[in-house]
Every structure is written in structure tokens, then in C-alpha cells.
């Protein structure tokens, strides 16, 4: 039998209600979380296995509602840890003292108190990357979806059940388990995951597919074998001509950038491809109605000045890898990385005709009807979003055929 455990001022006996119901409920809830996370990670390592290729899942719905796209934006892993391990990993925890508390197989009695206490730590993380998908990544993930419910339903569950005062709720758990903690199993134990989740952001990069490109864009040459105009790659008599909306800022587009510099380097001959800047940012985009993209403008004319240089590609090429970083001081660190000229640089971004020069290519895509980034237009066909490499492929093929 396990002792009493004072707290509150009263003695609370071991034989606590265990709430089988109630445990059982939410851990259907976690169970889901789960499940949801281990799919989400199938996904990450197969869109990460070979970029640029069609992944088919069915949550991808539509341009709008779309896993894999979340799958491939630059939110859906940290240093190289899938998110969705991260989640998966926070509710298995979460099930784990779920069952051993609700079974009697651990010493803390007020199981549900711990687990809102922990449930609610990890709210702000869920309501972040709800915010990043509808937001900047502009894509929805059913899935994702199914986790955030899930966490958000387990919450309200707690709060509703409660047997105490929502005060005194909060506090039962986490005061018990200070005490546990303080047991020697308990240091082990804790000791032991800690080691466990620090040391995955060491191996797991390389595990879940992570490739030194994807880490490192500046080195080799990602152009090699290309002809480079100022903002444009490939030859400017080739057949196909296909012209780029894009915002330095807005995930997608990184995605689909990368896509077509693979199409360019398998159609080297026949693709000539040119970058349009059409920010999703108020300083330069009479279009936009609230702030969105709030460095896009700035980046835009950053990019503008690297092409003065002829180091445009390799610039935009961090930019989009680096898309958390676009202030200006960082703007002037990614020139350093890629061998600007930083005193040229900046006598550069600072003119009107810099500017003017975005603007133009903003009123372009405003004259043709530009609604969201990426748009292409391919031969004067306008196709909108990212697409995979066989699109382009077999879009290309068709046009060829024409010719």
C-alpha cells in the first residue's frame, strides 16, 4: 500500500478514484495524437527521401488543404527532428503516467491534474503551428488538424470533470509530483528521457532524411551546367519560357523554387526560367490590405542588388532557405555568406530605381491577375501553387509536342 501524501492541509488516502472512464476517453484522445503524429512522420521522411517528387497522401485534399505541403514547408521539423516526432513523442509521454497513474501503477494519485498541467504547457506549441499553417504556409493539414483537436478536446474534457475548484485543480498534480521527483526512481527516470530527447536533435537529421543540401545551400553549386542571367537560368531562345511570382518570405514558394531549379537541371536545353518578385508585403504591394510578409519587400531589394553583383541565385537561394531570417541585419550576413560586396550592397538597396524595379514587376503580376504566390506562367499558361517534378515534366513534354 502506498502512504498517504498530505497536501492542502489534509491527508489524501492512496486509494483514490481511479476514473476509468475518464482515463480511458482521454486516452483514446492521446492514442489519435499518436497515431496522426506517426503518419505525419511516414510523410516527412518519404517527401524528404527524394524532393521534388509526387507524394501522394490522402490528406491532400487540395492546394489549400494539403499534408504533404505542410510535409515540405520549413516549419514541419526542428533542427532536424520531425515536428511530428516531437508531438508523437510529447503524448506517448502524456499516455504513459495517464495509464500508470489512472492503474495504480505509479504514486501519483491526481493523474488528470498532471495531465492538463502538461497539456496545457505544450498549447502555446500547438497553437503556433496552427497559426503557421493557416498563415505562412497557407496550407491546411487534416491530420494536424486531428492533433490540435485532439489536444484542445483533452483539455476541455479536464476542465469540465474537475471535482475541485479550477485553482486547487491545477495545483494537486504538479505539487504530488514535486514529490515524486524527489525520489531517487523518479531522478533516474527523468534523467534517462531527458538524455533520450536531447540526444535525437544529434542522430535523428540524418535518420529521418535530413541531407547536407537541405542543411547547407551555399555549398557546392546548385546552378552548375545552368546559363545564369542576372534573374533568370537557362537559355533565353529555349522553348519553353516559365516566369516565377514569388515572395521570398512565404514557404511555399521555397518549395517550389527548389522543384523547378531540378526541372531546369533536367531540361537544360529547353526551359529558360525568370524570377518576378511579387511580395505579400504592404511596402511594396499596393494589392495587399494587412500586413503579412513584413521582410518580403526588403528582401526583394536585397535580392535585386545581389543580381547587380551576379550573385543573385546563390542569394536567393538562402533566402529561401534561411526564411526566418530576413531583418536587415541578416540580410547583410547572408550577403557576407555568399561573397557580396557589402559597402556596393548597401549603396544599392537604398535607391529609388532598386525599388522601382520591384514595383514593376509587382504591377506585372497585378496585370495579370496574380492572386497568391507562387504563380507561374508557362508559355503564357497560368498555373498556380507548388508543384512536383513530374508536373513540370510532363507539363514541359506536352508543350514540346506543340512546338
Not at 497539456?119 to 496552427?130: D, E, F, K, R, V
Request: charged share 20%; with cysteine; aromatic share 8%.
Amino acid at each position: 500500500m502506498v502512504p498517504p501524501v498530505e497536501m492542502s492541509g489534509h491527508v489524501a488516502h492512496a486509494e483514490a478514484p481511479r476514473r476509468p472512464r475518464l482515463a480511458i476517453a482521454i486516452g483514446l484522445l492521446l492514442g489519435l495524437a499518436i497515431a496522426s503524429n506517426l503518419y505525419l512522420t511516414q510523410l516527412y521522411v518519404r517527401v524528404h527521401a527524394n524532393p521534388g517528387a509526387k507524394v501522394d497522401s490522402f490528406c491532400a485534399v487540395s492546394e489549400k488543404v494539403n499534408c504533404v505541403t505542410v510535409a515540405q514547408s520549413r516549419y514541419s521539423a526542428l533542427s532536424g527532428v520531425p515536428m511530428a516526432v516531437l508531438g508523437a513523442e510529447f503524448f506517448a509521454l502524456a499516455l504513459l503516467a495517464l495509464v500508470a497513474s489512472a492503474w495504480g501503477r505509479w504514486r501519483v494519485r491526481h493523474w488528470d491534474s498532471v495531465l492538463f498541467a502538461q497539456l496545457l504547457l505544450g498549447l502555446p506549441i500547438s497553437m503556433a503551428m496552427a497559426h503557421l499553417s493557416a498563415f505562412q504556409i497557407q496550407s491546411v493539414c487534416l491530420l494536424c488538424v486531428t492533433v490540435y483537436g485532439s489536444h484542445f478536446l483533452a483539455l476541455a474534457i479536464l476542465i469540465v470533470v474537475r471535482r475541485q475548484p479550477l485553482k486547487e485543480f491545477v495545483r494537486l498534480g504538479p505539487r504530488e509530483l514535486k514529490k515524486w521527483l524527489g525520489t531517487g526512481a523518479a531522478k533516474g527516470f527523468v534523467t534517462l528521457v531527458l538524455a533520450v530527447g536531447l540526444s535525437q536533435f544529434l542522430w535523428a537529421p540524418k535518420v529521418f532524411g535530413v541531407r547536407a543540401s537541405d542543411a547547407d545551400p551555399v555549398s557546392g553549386d546548385p546552378f552548375a551546367g545552368l546559363i545564369q542571367g542576372p534573374m533568370t537560368l537557362g537559355p533565353p531562345d529555349a522553348p519553353i519560357k516559365i516566369e516565377e511570382f514569388s515572395d521570398y518570405e512565404c514557404p511555399i514558394c521555397a518549395r517550389g523554387h527548389e522543384v523547378l531549379v531540378q526541372v531546369l537541371k533536367r531540361n537544360p536545353k529547353v526551359v529558360h526560367f525568370r524570377h518576378r518578385d511579387y511580395p505579400l508585403d504592404q511596402a511594396c504591394n499596393r494589392k495587399m490590405q494587412g500586413p503579412l510578409h513584413q521582410h518580403a519587400c526588403r528582401a526583394a531589394d536585397y535580392a535585386r542588388c545581389a543580381a547587380e553583383q551576379k550573385k543573385f541565385w546563390p542569394f536567393v537561394a538562402l533566402l529561401f532557405h534561411r526564411q526566418d531570417a530576413l531583418a536587415p541585419e541578416e540580410l547583410r550576413a547572408h550577403a557576407k555568406t555568399v561573397g557580396l560586396d557589402l559597402k556596393a550592397l548597401e549603396q544599392c538597396v537604398g535607391t529609388a530605381e532598386t525599388r522601382q524595379a520591384v514595383l514593376d514587376d509587382v504591377e506585372e503580376g497585378i496585370k495579370r491577375d496574380v492572386k497568391g504566390t507562387p504563380t507561374y506562367v508557362i508559355n503564357g499558361e497560368t498555373i498556380v501553387g507548388p508543384h512536383d517534378v513530374e508536373f513540370w515534366e510532363t507539363k514541359i513534354a506536352e508543350l514540346l509536342k506543340k512546338k
